[in-house]
């Protein structure tokens, strides 16, 4: 088995190999060794976009917008994943993020997982089939685990969640009586010595 | 009385950090401090007449029990190489988590001494490997099978049995990866393991010579000593594979260099000394000097260092005894300011860490603050602006900004990873090939060019627009922020330049491990030894604290 600390070298070495800047290849060390914590496919899938790189062109999404447009080639995941991820505070304001043809869009999990954890929100991703829910960088949730994920997607979506809960308030206020009955009632005597008791609120 | 913390743009010039020593804040004190009350045991001791065989160790506490494997296997002399680039060795090591099965051991017998070449697992810690000093090795054997104990001058000189030559831990080779254990209380310090491995290391080789001259004439052979074993530690052979470390760990060095900063600052701070912990400072200045003396090299670089650290602590100790009162109000910070004035970095960095061996309610809880969770400030502040990043740049990089990076001699050399062994390397780029495939560790003349293109960048705008354009500087993006936050965190000096001194890197490093009597063998390697001095397992529940400077 091979360590998490030999996936992020290995990893950051073959980025930069590749042709990106010592920079990114940090950051893309740093993904891959999330996805595999993740039990993602992380080395499968970079290994497989490297090879592809010398016969194949990409194009790199610097500046995300909105919508999103590959004119000629697809996106490559990786500028596309940094780029999210620098400017992930400037995409609060949009309800969905579109792009049409990623390439290895399994690569993009690990960037919006940090995203989320910079922003406070849940992020949801969905290409095809598949969907994510990317937790605040605490854990990423899939309606599918062990697929062979496509090389290349038509439509992806991103949207950035509000911070709502994931439960109804009947639900709430179900289980929060049922936690009352750990409480004791307090004498009067007890709330007249308790915190601020005997003091004007108006001083 | 408020002490300022030293200034970083001072302390973390190379050749300052080239002249730092061990201190109570160094990994292998504060490993012995921490395990001196687990229980020792030598679990197994399967060698043949020869020495080969397998033997573990272990320590244990409570359901915690971490094992020292050691393979030691017959090699002959040509094999005999402390080069990184060697195959085999005398003795091969693995630190285990807890107790090895017997499956474990055997597929441990398979991997441990292919070493590089092996795979371990997460059940395993740290990895190393050693050879016999011949010389000493040979002559302790023969002078223990004829009954005697062996010659004390030619074991204060060389001062080991054994030379580690690498010690590999955090995941490397399939090692555990730190996250799995770093939540043990009884880690909590850097490369405790490793210390642990060596420390247990060292026992081994005793035991081994012991053995050895035990079957080589049974009938008179006696034990080496106790007291000898003590004066005995573990050399090591260190080369470049170090220097990048503390490089591409800025939070970490900023956390070791911090705590030894403000243990300087609390000390100098302390109004009146009690009288106990003034004798104990004396006297440990005192009984450092056979530690200089008795550091042997053959570096003319070191030899001068030794020399004038010899000449300089004579001189402090002189002023000390005759013009100095530890009645006067801030002793140790009037100390330091003479030391300043009159002594070399050498000599200062010396009893900066001498400073420190009273005041345990002081050390104790920085030792809890070296270590380092890196991945919270991986993240760049992309919503920052040019601005701030430009006066973080200004303010903690104010030398390098001043280098010209367009003369030959600022950029001679550089970084590379070598491909017959994966380990760092250093090279002259004007005459050596792979510079194009140079490793982001020329800090200081990528912060510069960094600096020199934000000035074409309106202030206001932010850093993710910057990034767009501006990928090749991403890496230095990144550590500016860092280095914002964590003072010491940057070398302030040009790591490419051809003045620069890479042992410098070495060394401190070393001393943060509590290695004694650096022995550079070039400017590119060195020799050191550890744990000389120190308690023998059996003696850690209750050793003399000072023992560096006692033994």
């Known amino acids: 088995m091979k360590s998490l600390s030999e996936i992020e070298t290995t990893s950051k070495r073959a980025t930069r190999a590749a042709g990106f800047s010592w920079g990114v290849a940090e950051e893309v060390g740093k993904s891959i060794r999330l996805m595999e914590l993740f039990g993602l496919a992380g080395i499968k899938n970079l290994n497989e976009y490297y090879k592809s790189r010398s016969s194949k062109k990409f194009e790199n999404l610097n500046l995300i917008n909105e919508n999103n447009n590959a004119d000629r080639f697809p996106f490559c995941p990786i500028m596309l994943g940094v780029s999210f991820l620098d400017q992930i505070r400037n995409f609060e304001k949009f309800n969905k993020i579109t792009f049409n043809k990623i390439s290895y869009p399994l690569l993009i999990l690990p960037f919006l997982s940090r995203s989320s954890e910079i922003i406070g929100k849940k992020i949801y991703l969905k290409f095809d089939q598949y969907e994510f829910l990317l937790n605040l960088n605490v854990n990423i949730s899939s309606n599918l685990f062990n697929q062979e994920y496509p090389i290349i997607t038509n439509i992806t979506e991103i949207s950035i969640l509000e911070n709502e809960d994931n439960f109804s308030d009947q639900d709430w206020k179900s289980l929060y009586k049922l936690s009352e009955e750990t409480f004791v009632e307090e004498t009067d005597s007890l709330k007249q010595g308790a915190a601020g008791a005997g003091l004007t609120d108006n001083d | 009385m408020e002490v300022k913390l030293r200034d970083p743009n001072i302390i973390m010039k190379l050749s300052r950090l080239g002249s730092f020593h061990q201190s109570k804040l160094s990994f292998l004190r504060s490993f012995l401090d921490e395990f001196k009350d687990w229980e020792y045991k030598k679990d197994l001791f399967d060698l043949d007449v020869n020495g080969h065989g397998t033997a573990i160790y272990s320590f244990k506490k409570k359901d915690r029990v971490y094992s020292l494997i050691c393979f030691a296997n017959k090699i002959s002399d040509e094999e005999r190489s402390d080069r990184v680039i060697a195959t085999k060795w005398d003795a091969a090591f693995t630190l285990h988590d807890g107790v090895p099965a017997k499956q474990d051991i055997e597929r441990l017998r398979n991997e441990v001494p292919k070493q590089e070449v092996g795979r371990l697992s997460y059940k395993e810690l740290t990895l190393s490997r050693a050879n016999k000093s011949l010389r000493v090795f040979n002559h302790v054997v023969e002078s223990l099978s004829k009954g005697n104990q062996p010659d004390l001058e030619l074991l204060k000189k060389v001062g080991y049995l054994y030379r580690t030559t690498a010690v590999y831990g955090s995941g490397k080779f399939g090692l555990a990866d730190r996250f799995r254990i770093k939540n043990r209380e009884e880690i909590n310090g850097p490369f405790r393991l490793e210390m642990m491995l060596v420390y247990l290391v060292r026992q081994f080789t005793f035991d081994q010579v012991n053995h050895v001259a035990k079957f080589k004439n049974p009938m008179t052979a006696v034990n ?307 744990f000389q001095g120190a308690p023998l397992p059996q003696e850690l529940k209750n050793f003399d604290q000072q023992w560096v400077y006692n033994s």
């Not at chain 2, 002081?362 to 040019?386: A, C, H, W």
Request: net charge positive.
């Open chain 2, 224 to 530: 080496l000593d106790l007291e000898i074993c003590k004066k005995l530690g573990i050399g090591n052979s260190t080369g470049l594979g170090m220097a990048p470390f503390i490089v591409n760990h800025p939070t970490l060095l900023n956390n070791w260099i911090m705590s030894r900063e403000i243990a300087l600052k609390k000390i100098r701070e302390i109004k009146k000394v009690n009288t106990r912990d003034v004798e104990l400072f004396k006297q440990s200045v005192k009984n450092s000097i056979k530690n200089i003396t008795s550091w042997n090299t053959e570096s003319e670089y070191q030899q001068k260092k030794i020399t004038s650290l010899l000449e300089n602590v004579q001189k402090f100790l002189r002023f000390m005894d005759k013009k100095f009162s530890f009645e006067a109000n801030y002793p140790f910070n009037q100390i330091y300011l003479w030391l300043e004035k009159e002594t070399c970095d050498e000599c200062i960095e010396y009893i900066v860490s001498i400073m420190m061996e009273p005041f345990d309610d002081i050390v104790k809880p920085l030792i809890g603050e070296m270590s380092s969770e890196e991945d919270q400030y991986f993240n760049i502040p992309t919503n920052r602006t040019i601005e701030d990043l430009r006066n973080i740049i200004e303010k903690r990089y104010p030398d390098i900004l001043k280098i010209n990076f367009n003369k030959k001699e600022n950029y001679k050399n550089f970084w590379f990873i070598s491909k017959n062994k994966e380990e760092p390397r250093y090279a002259d780029r004007f005459k050596e090939d792979g510079s194009e495939l140079e490793q982001p560790l020329a800090i200081a003349r990528d912060i510069k060019k960094l600096h020199n293109k934000l000035k074409i960048f309106r202030d206001s705008i932010t850093i993710d627009k910057f990034l767009i354009e501006n990928s090749d500087l991403r890496h230095v993006v990144r550590r500016a922020f860092i280095i914002e936050k964590f003072p010491y965190a940057e070398i302030q000096d040009n790591t490419i330049g051809e003045k620069v001194v890479p042992i410098d890197m070495l060394r401190l490093k070393l001393s943060f491990f509590g290695a004694l009597k650096f022995d550079p063998r070039s400017d590119k390697w060195l020799r050191i030894c550890m």
